[in-house]
């Protein structure tokens, strides 16, 4: 199984980025996804998760900003984020069950 996070970059306050999560080794159609962050000195926090049938639901630090989505043809799961603000600063990371992926780094500047 493998979960490959991708699209992190600099992006000012206010800004918008979206980030990418590519499964392979899974049944992906059926699969829940989870996104995580852990900024600098902190511990890992939910963001915000996808089910199988779309329905999503989000922390209420990101709630109303991120919007979580999937293509299942192409096993991909996004996370929309607007409206960023410094304290989204972090590495974010998509989850399935057991299985993590490497993070992609998110920095947001003041």
């Known amino acids: 199984v493998q979960l490959q996070a991708s699209g992190g970059g600099l992006v000012q306050a206010g800004g918008s980025l979206k980030l990418s999560c590519t499964a392979s080794g899974i049944t992906f159609s059926t699969s829940n996804i989870d996104w995580y962050r852990q900024a600098p000195g902190k511990q890992r926090e939910w963001v915000g998760f996808i089910r199988s049938d779309r329905y999503g639901d989000y922390a209420d630090s990101v709630k109303g900003r991120f919007l979580i989505s999937r293509d299942n043809a192409k096993k991909t799961v996004y996370l929309q984020m607007n409206n960023l603000k410094p304290e989204d600063t972090a590495a974010y990371y998509c989850?399935?069950?057991?299985?993590w992926g490497q993070g992609t780094l998110v920095t947001v500047s003041s």
């Open positions: 989850n399935h069950l057991m299985y």
